[in-house]
């Protein structure tokens, strides 16, 4: 039950999740999630540091693609404003947005990573597509009431995880990376 909630890697931020690493672990397509991921909940363009890490990455061979359960029209704006496509509203953790992001990306399972910041939507629904799966820290802690609940249970299931030693940086050789679940 744990394990399906289990990230590959944890992160304090996209910025550092080593890229260099996810290559070396054959991962060629980024799945990103876009509030408190890439942007603040609130803010309606993405910082300069974004755009830079954005070149950098798609510099260093990676597709991108913004999958988000949220439809504002905000995040239709930001995945412009990124030159990046978007699959939204997701409705995370079912696979079915994942699927069609690596459609787009050109990628198989195996080579795609997801990149967010919820457990019960962007780690358990990467893990159960059988997805590499890469937590990071939210951004903003202004968030939406019923994700703020839900991080409550999060904070549960990340003691749990963290008790057991299983919240690690994403290492190519770390046991079981690049499996998941599938169902
Ligand atoms: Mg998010």
Redesign the pocket.
């Known amino acids: 039950m744990l394990e399906r909630f289990r990230p590959d890697g944890y992160h304090d931020s996209i910025f550092d999740v080593d890229t260099e690493e996810l290559k070396k672990g054959g991962i060629t397509g980024l799945i990103v999630?876009?509030?408190?991921?890439l942007v603040p909940r609130h803010e309606r363009e993405a910082p300069e540091r974004v755009h830079k890490w954005l070149e950098e990455v798609i510099e260093r061979g990676f597709r991108v693609c913004i999958v988000s359960n949220n439809w504002a029209g905000r995040v239709k704006a930001i995945a412009d404003e990124l030159g990046l496509s978007l699959v939204a509203p997701a409705a995370k953790p079912r696979g079915g947005a994942f699927v069609q992001a690596m459609e787009i990306l050109g990628t198989s399972r195996s080579q795609t990573a997801v990149i967010?910041?919820?457990l019960f939507t962007?780690i358990l629904g990467g893990n159960l597509a059988g997805l590499v799966t890469i937590l990071v820290v939210?951004i903003s802690p202004r968030e939406l009431l019923h994700t703020r609940i839900l991080r409550r249970l999060e904070r549960m299931v990340l003691r749990k995880l963290q008790k057991k030693d299983l919240l690690r940086k994403y290492r190519a050789s770390f046991p079981d990376s690049g499996g998941g679940f599938c169902v």
């Not at 999630?33 to 991921?37: K, R």
């Open positions: 999630d876009l509030d408190n991921t967010g910041d919820q962007d939210p």
